[in-house]
């Protein structure tokens, strides 16, 4: 079974870059489709953008808008997600997720194994 540990998080003013990692041990990562959702307080978890196993597909939610990049290094056996100009409706907790099935569903429920997440703050 893979485990899934978040880094990258932290304070940030609107508009620098993150970059944020999602570290997989216990199994490759390319065995699953990857996600990274993201919950704010008071608000439900959503889904942010997702990466299948083959690499092959790839979503956003809508309003990622062009912002955010979703990549996988299977050297690294990582999944990254990479954010530009954030603002502070990007503030919540950024989680990653697998699930085992070959295509990226935009919906949290999907997913079976989850990472311990990582707080973004993004200061306007």
């Known amino acids: 079974q893979v485990q899934l540990v978040e880094s990258g998080g932290g304070l940030a003013q609107a508009g620098a870059s993150l970059r944020l990692a999602c570290a997989a041990s216990?199994?490759?990562?390319?065995?699953?489709?990857v996600a990274w959702c993201r919950q704010a307080p008071g608000k439900e978890r959503e889904f942010v953008a997702g990466?299948?196993?083959?690499?092959?597909?790839?979503k956003y939610a809508a309003f990622v808008k062009g912002r955010f990049t979703i990549s996988g290094d299977n050297a690294q056996n990582t999944v990254y997600l990479q954010m530009t100009s954030p603002n502070s409706e990007d503030t919540a907790v950024y989680y990653c997720?697998?699930?085992?099935?070959?295509?990226?569903?935009?919906?949290?429920?999907?997913?079976?194994?989850w990472g311990q997440g990582t707080q973004v703050t993004v200061s306007s």
């Open positions: 990466i299948s196993r083959s690499g092959g597909s790839i």
């Open positions: 997720a697998v699930e085992t099935t070959a295509y990226v569903r935009n919906t949290p429920d999907a997913y079976i194994l």
């Open positions: 216990g199994r490759t990562v390319s065995s699953y489709t």
